[in-house]
């Protein structure tokens, strides 16, 4: 097949879901099809970011978005009561040269990745699907619960236009999928089974349990990593020091915390202190901080999706304790493949029954590798996509 794969982000470096999600689907599907890729983004793409995704794409397109005029379609989406982020990542020269760049390679099927890439592809006239990735409005839910005052009322009025986008789906594109069977259930639709489900998986390879140390590396007890300027991160990391180590501290004073991850907001790192919480930012290899820690925590309370966190952490070998709302799309089993907490208190008295109990530690760990191992590969997971776009081609011919 020729495939036109249609993001709102450059898939490169590997910092942000999304982009983890598409560079994988794209390097897998690539073995076996043509792949053309467009992509909108607010960054520069260096020659080296480009570099990394050439040997899979027989063409790439990149259309740089002009920040301003981002800000203004979003006040234009408000007042026509349409979704904020899809008026910020869609403008009119990259809806034009995505259809210049479809209509001249002409391909066999569109993907496109998030209803944030939906104008771009709506009218255009080959096979389409779309991937939600997760379920942006249940995330935009979550975070509207936990917020106050203007904020909240923004995110309500978000939650809202993306509801109505995502039923808009159905009716444009052949078929859609989505990494959850729990995000699939938080989409509006009209019957079951219209949502193909496509899962992540997780490089075995690159996360593994033995990763080569150089020198002597700082040890820490607990580690969270992910893109610390996404708000449910954020939150998370918060949560984590604030309220649960707290509760950490009063039966194990000594306990440390790394936060590690690229773009740490003031509200992460101010978190820092001298002796117990470390914030180094982006690290050049984040396995280096997976393999410095004896424990990893997700205290996630919003968001959605598959937290890739979680299959890398399970990956390497570390324990891992989280939430339910983490769990949901993962689907470990509590007290075999990993810990849960939805209180402050029980994810406090968790980490500590890890941190006194090596036996309780190594069980955990090595169940939840092999969780991972069975359930969450980049081939049988891109294998489900591949099926996908494939009945969409054969049913339009």
Same mark, same amino acid.
């Given at each position: 097949?020729?495939?036109?794969?249609?993001?709102?982000?450059?898939?490169?470096?590997?910092?942000?879901?999304?982009?983890?999600?598409?560079?994988?689907?794209?390097?897998?599907?690539?073995?076996?099809?043509?792949?053309?890729?467009?992509?909108?983004?607010?960054?520069?793409?260096?020659?080296?970011?480009?570099?990394?995704?050439?040997?899979?794409?027989?063409?790439?397109?990149?259309?740089?978005?002009?920040?301003?005029?981002c800000y203004i379609n979003i006040l234009r989406n408000?007042?026509?009561?349409?979704?904020?982020?899809?008026?910020?990542?869609?403008?009119?020269?990259?809806?034009?040269?995505?259809?210049?760049?479809?209509?001249?390679?002409?391909?066999?099927?569109?993907?496109?990745?998030?209803?944030?890439?939906?104008?771009?592809?709506?009218?255009?006239?080959?096979?389409?699907?779309?991937?939600?990735?997760?379920?942006?409005?249940?995330?935009?839910?979550?975070?509207?619960?936990?917020?106050?005052?203007?904020?909240?009322?923004?995110?309500?009025?978000?939650?809202?236009?993306?509801?109505?986008?995502?039923?808009?789906?159905?009716?444009?594109?052949?078929?859609?999928?989505?990494?959850?069977?729990?995000?699939?259930?938080?989409?509006?639709?009209?019957?079951?089974?219209?949502?193909?489900?496509?899962?992540?998986?997780?490089?075995?390879?690159?996360?593994?349990?033995?990763?080569?140390?150089?020198?002597?590396?700082?040890?820490?007890?607990?580690?969270?990593?992910?893109?610390?300027?996404?708000?449910? @991160?954020? %939150?998370? $990391?918060?949560?984590?020091? &604030?309220? /649960?180590?707290?509760? #950490?501290?009063?039966?194990?004073?000594?306990?440390?915390?790394?936060?590690?991850?690229?773009?740490?907001?003031?509200?992460?790192?101010?978190?820092?202190?001298?002796?117990?919480?470390?914030?180094?930012?982006?690290?050049?290899?984040?396995?280096?901080?997976?393999?410095?820690?004896?424990?990893?925590?997700?205290?996630?309370?919003?968001?959605?999706?598959?937290?890739?966190?979680?299959?890398?952490?399970?990956?390497?070998?570390?324990?891992?304790?989280?939430?339910?709302?983490?769990?949901?799309?993962?689907?470990?089993?509590?007290?075999?493949?990993?810990?849960?907490?939805?209180?402050?208190?029980?994810?406090?008295?968790?980490?500590?029954?890890?941190?006194?109990?090596?036996?309780?530690?190594?069980?955990?760990?090595?169940q939840g590798h092999s969780f991972v191992t069975d359930?969450? @590969?980049? %081939?049988? $997971?891109?294998?489900?996509? &591949?099926? /996908?776009?494939?009945? #969409?081609?054969?049913?339009?011919?």
């Amino acid at each position: 097949m020729k495939i036109l794969v249609v993001l709102p982000r450059f898939p490169y470096p590997l910092d942000k879901g999304d982009k983890l999600r598409a560079y994988h689907q794209v390097v897998e599907l690539s073995k076996r099809h043509e792949i053309y890729l467009f992509c909108v983004s607010h960054d520069s793409v260096s020659n080296d970011q480009r570099a990394a995704l050439a040997p899979y794409c027989r063409e790439i397109c990149v259309v740089r978005l002009n920040r301003l005029l981002c800000y203004i379609n979003i006040l234009r989406n408000w007042f026509a009561a349409k979704s904020l982020q899809m008026g910020y990542w869609n403008t009119s020269r990259s809806k034009r040269l995505c259809r210049s760049f479809a209509n001249r390679i002409q391909p066999d099927v569109v993907y496109n990745q998030m209803v944030r890439t939906m104008p771009l592809v709506a009218r255009l006239p080959f096979p389409k699907v779309m991937d939600f990735q997760d379920a942006l409005s249940l995330n935009t839910e979550r975070r509207m619960d936990q917020s106050r005052g203007l904020w909240h009322y923004i995110l309500h009025f978000e939650f809202k236009m993306l509801r109505s986008s995502e039923y808009n789906a159905f009716s444009i594109f052949d078929a859609l999928t989505i990494i959850s069977e729990t995000d699939s259930e938080a989409i509006p639709h009209k019957k079951n089974g219209e949502i193909q489900i496509v899962p992540n998986g997780v490089d075995l390879d690159y996360f593994n349990p033995l990763i080569p140390q150089h020198g002597d590396p700082v040890t820490y007890d607990i580690v969270f990593c992910g893109n610390m300027s996404y708000a449910p @991160n954020i %939150d998370a $990391a918060r949560y984590l020091v &604030e309220q /649960v180590m707290p509760l #950490v501290w009063q039966k194990l004073p000594a306990t440390t915390v790394l936060l590690a991850g690229t773009d740490p907001k003031r509200k992460v790192r101010s978190l820092a202190d001298d002796r117990r919480i470390h914030v180094p930012g982006r690290l050049p290899d984040i396995r280096t901080a997976y393999s410095s820690s004896h424990l990893f925590v997700a205290p996630m309370r919003i968001g959605s999706g598959l937290q890739n966190k979680l299959l890398e952490a399970m990956a390497i070998g570390l324990p891992c304790v989280t939430t339910s709302i983490a769990n949901a799309a993962l689907g470990a089993v509590h007290g075999q493949q990993l810990l849960l907490g939805d209180t402050a208190q029980d994810l406090a008295d968790s980490i500590v029954t890890l941190l006194t109990d090596d036996a309780l530690c190594h069980r955990i760990a090595d169940q939840g590798h092999s969780f991972v191992t069975d359930h969450y @590969n980049w %081939d049988s $997971a891109v294998q489900r996509l &591949e099926n /996908v776009l494939a009945q #969409v081609c054969k049913s339009r011919t």
